[in-house]
């Protein structure tokens, strides 16, 4: 009995590693590279789709690697090149003006997802919520990983998530491509309108300097000859 199922289960795993290595594939290619039948791949792919694991472009029909992906991976991102990258530049951050800092990708389900926290030195202060998600539209963070950042380089969200905190959050980088949010999360009552702009424009040059590094790190990893 338990045949079969692992069975679906090594077709399934096979269709998530040809999209993921494609960086995105149609059914046929996915149901070719994974030598199923067509049929059977889209029963699969679309079990994953629904699951979050990939996504479906509806304008081209291509199958591309889904938010759930990043979620279930954010125990071991918190290990990974883009946490401890960021690392150094929070805990400035947090030396400067004694708020919890936090970094965030875009998670499952409109969702804003944790990955890292330096926390606070205040006695009152917002701690760790790493590994757990807040909504997009609700979020500094969220707002910004949907791109909706004002000219000024930074969000402000007064009660978003928690009725009595501010979030304060800016724009990570790779090229022109925005892949995470590092936001300050401030108990909204020691918060006043020019420490939230000086607090702002404290974390995007904290960002712009993570990204310039990212974007360096990035293009030296490119093999020779390419940029």
């Known amino acids: 009995m338990a045949e079969p199922s692992t069975r679906t ?37 679309r079990t994953l789709e629904t699951t979050g694991f990939i996504s479906r472009d509806e304008s081209g029909g291509m199958y591309r690697p889904g938010t759930r992906l990043i979620q279930l991976g954010a125990q071991a991102l918190s290990n990974e090149s883009l946490v401890d990258l960021a690392k150094p530049t929070m805990e400035k951050l947090v030396a400067e003006t004694g708020e919890s800092a936090y970094l965030s990708v875009e998670g499952h389900g409109a969702t804003a997802l944790y990955i890292g926290i330096v926390e606070g030195t205040h006695s009152v202060r917002h701690t760790s919520w790493v590994g757990r998600t807040v909504p997009l539209e609700k979020s500094a963070a969220g707002r910004v990983l949907r791109g909706r950042v004002p000219d000024v380089g930074y969000v402000v969200v007064e009660r978003g998530v928690e009725a009595d905190v501010t979030a304060i959050a800016s724009p990570l980088h790779s090229e022109a ?48 000859g390419q940029s």
């Open 9 to 45: 289960v090594e077709r399934a795993l096979a269709l998530l590693a040809t999209i993921c290595e494609r960086g995105g594939a149609n059914l046929a290619d996915s149901a070719r590279d994974c030598d199923l039948a067509p049929s059977t791949a889209l029963r699969l792919l």
């Open 177 to 224: 491509r925005i892949i995470a949010a590092m936001s300050l999360v401030i108990p909204s009552y020691r918060l006043t309108k020019k420490q939230a702009a000086e607090y702002g424009r404290m974390l995007m040059r904290a960002t712009e300097d993570v990204s310039a590094r990212l974007s360096r790190a990035s293009k030296s990893t490119l093999p020779e």
